[in-house]
């Protein structure tokens, strides 16, 4: 041996130290997705979390996605003329439907997307395209989107239809599309304008009577000059002539 052995030795000695240490396998911390958890009682809520997006799906389709926080409740969603009252003449124009919902924690609410895909060249022309007027091609379109929440009558408590809507969100869209030179799609802007509302009434039997009440004291007088909000939760006290109910 020289009188460099010992130096190559400890060497040798620190490299294979370090590969024992550098073969370990690092251990993994396994994580789960929050649980869907049901609804609390008699809660219903609905709001939009964020701006709608959109992109040019192919050649001649659009989508617009908007994200909605919920109740953990059956929802849908439907397409109207901006009035956010008549449907379209023709179903070629939109699809309108629903992403599979998530939950961001156990909280009995749910997360998901109402997506809107617009047939461009199905509604191009139509009484609802509005031509730009500055000589680009493209036009602009007005669409109501409604996303709602839904529960089924399986109790036959006398509604017209089985599945009945119980709170929405109207979202009302200007739907601006630039076209290429070959009538494609070529660029989307869309601008989320005020929803209008409707009124609803409800006809009620003439052998009974119906009247906002105190849930602590429905026997009081009725309540009045109370202003609510969609979404509010109300106490219907319902009673006939004989006060038996």
Excluded at 29 to 35: A, F, G, K, R, V
Excluded at 73 to 82: G, S
């Amino acid at each position: 041996f020289s009188d460099d052995t010992p130096l190559l030795l400890l060497l040798l000695f620190m490299k294979t130290t370090f590969n024992f240490f550098a073969t370990g396998k690092p251990t993994k911390t396994l994580t789960s997705s929050p649980t869907i958890t049901n609804p609390n009682r008699n809660e219903w809520l609905i709001s939009t979390t964020g701006n709608s997006t959109e992109q040019v799906k192919s050649k001649d389709t659009i989508l617009i996605s908007t994200p909605f926080n919920t109740s953990n409740r059956d929802h849908a969603a439907l397409v109207f003329e901006a009035n956010c009252i008549t449907p379209f003449d023709s179903d070629n124009y939109f699809t309108v439907d629903t992403t599979t919902p998530t939950s961001s924690a156990p909280d009995g609410f749910i997360q998901f997307n109402t997506t809107l895909e617009m047939n461009v060249t199905a509604i191009n022309g139509t009484e609802y395209w509005n031509a730009f007027t500055d000589g680009t091609r493209g036009g602009w379109v007005e669409a109501c989107i409604e996303t709602y929440l839904q529960f089924t009558d399986d109790l036959n408590l006398g509604n017209d239809e089985a599945v009945q809507k119980v709170t929405f969100k109207n979202n009302v869209f200007n739907i601006s599309v630039s076209l290429t030179a070959t009538y494609d799609v070529d660029n989307v802007s869309v601008v989320r304008e005020t929803a209008n509302r409707e009124g609803l009434t409800t006809d009620y039997s003439e052998f009974i009577t119906a009247y906002l009440c105190a849930d602590t004291d429905p026997y009081a007088a009725p309540l009045t000059g109370t202003t609510y909000s969609q979404g509010d939760q109300i106490t219907v006290c319902v009673t006939d002539e004989s006060g038996g109910i």
